[in-house]
């Protein structure tokens, strides 16, 4: 998000698909209801489709709203597999996410009783 966008405090991933007609003040609604947080707060917020390959960042960045899509023409985006309603990543994830990689795999810590 070099360039026009500013570096969020934090990024969220919205777990549960979401239908991905919703704008900016469908998805602040799901922030604020089913995700319990405030969608002002300066956080990036990620949404997918249920065939998992298109995304949409939601991010109020004090002088507006950013709505942006990403959609990849094959494959799908890697989502985590979580018991809460959203999971928060960083900006190194974020950039292995959007680019269609396993940023979950890359981003694992060998176990501590490995060996060569």
């Known amino acids: 998000m070099p360039g026009l966008i500013e570096a969020p405090a934090q990024i969220w991933l919205a ?3 979401v239908d991905l007609r919703r704008g900016i003040d469908g998805l602040s609604t799901i922030v604020q209801q089913a995700l319990g947080h405030a969608p002002c707060a300066g956080s990036a917020f990620v949404f997918r489709n249920r065939a998992g390959n298109r995304l949409k ?5 004090g002088n507006g709203v950013w709505l942006c899509q990403r959609r990849l ?3 799908h985006f890697v989502w985590p597999r979580a018991h809460d309603a959203c999971f928060s990543i960083t ?3 974020w950039q292995w996410l ?3 990689v396993d940023w979950q795999r890359l981003s ?3 176990p501590a009783n490995w060996q060569v």
């Open 15 to 17: 777990v549960e698909p």
């Open 57 to 61: 960042l939601l991010l109020w960045d």
């Open 73 to 75: 023409h094959r494959g």
């Open 91 to 93: 900006a190194a994830q």
């Open 98 to 100: 959007i680019i269609g």
């Open 108 to 110: 694992a810590l060998p």
